[in-house]
């Protein structure tokens, strides 16, 4: 893609608890020692994120947040699957473009 065409969004995007939640999941995969054993860890983790992201997907047509719920489950998912960094960088880009956007500042 053309520099000029790129959206200059994407570079500006971080994600501020990513420091401190790999720190955390370091820890408990060293305190159960599941850095030991990747597949199993890899296992939990998609079971945990999947579980998450099907109760969100409920609570869309159920009473509940799943606003809250789905990118929390994505969150879970993306600390190893790249498809869920990637569904949660996309989201994030998007809210962003979203806040930015003129009709957004004059409504709200």
Not at 11 to 30: D, I, K, N, Y
Not at 72 to 93: C, H, P, Q, V, Y
């Amino acid at each position: 893609m053309r520099p000029e065409l790129q959206d200059p969004v994407e570079e500006e995007v971080a994600f501020p608890g990513s420091v401190h939640l790999r720190r955390w999941q370091q820890f408990l995969t060293s305190r159960f020692g599941l850095d030991r054993m990747p597949v199993v860890r890899k296992v939990i983790i998609a079971v945990i994120g999947f579980t998450v992201l099907l109760l969100g997907a409920v609570m869309v047509v159920l009473p509940g947040p799943a606003v809250i719920i789905i990118p929390i489950g994505l969150a879970i998912l993306a600390s190893e699957f790249a498809w869920a960094r990637r569904i949660l960088r996309r989201g994030s880009l998007f809210v962003t473009r979203v806040r930015r956007h003129r009709w957004w500042r004059r409504n709200h």
